[in-house]
Nanobody, 123 residues
């Protein structure tokens, strides 16, 4: 059974940083593409960043230059380093995975989802 568990969320002031983690079990992320999505109350789920099985990365326009997606060498943990946080980054952040090498920023392409971790940025 594939499981994804996010951690690292919390409250931070604008301009601060947080690092989210997503622990994967039931498979190795090395061969899967993975991504981070976020959803604020009343908004649609938004793509934040994606990483392919080979490590290639893509980002949503709103986070380019501020966020960095990565995964560990063992392929079991996904990370999202978030710098220069802004109040509009406030949302529930979700980790997602799919058994495909190529990355995607479309939520409908992903098979497995975590329960989410809350990020709150105050001004």
């Amino acid at each position: 059974q594939v499981q994804l568990v996010e951690s690292g969320g919390g409250s931070v002031q604008a301009g601060g940083s947080l690092r989210l983690s997503c622990a994967a079990s039931g498979y190795t992320t090395r061969y899967y593409s993975m991504a981070w999505f976020r959803q604020a109350p009343g908004n649609e789920r938004e793509a934040v960043a994606a990483i392919s099985g080979g490590g290639g990365t893509t980002y949503g326009d709103s986070v380019k230059g501020r966020f960095t997606i990565s995964k560990d060498s063992a392929g079991n943990t996904l990370y999202l380093q978030m710098n220069s946080l802004m109040p509009e980054d406030t949302a529930m952040y979700y980790c997602a995975a799919r058994p495909t090498w190529l990355s995607s920023l479309r939520a409908s392409d992903f098979t497995y989802w975590g329960q989410g971790t809350q990020v709150t940025v105050s001004s």
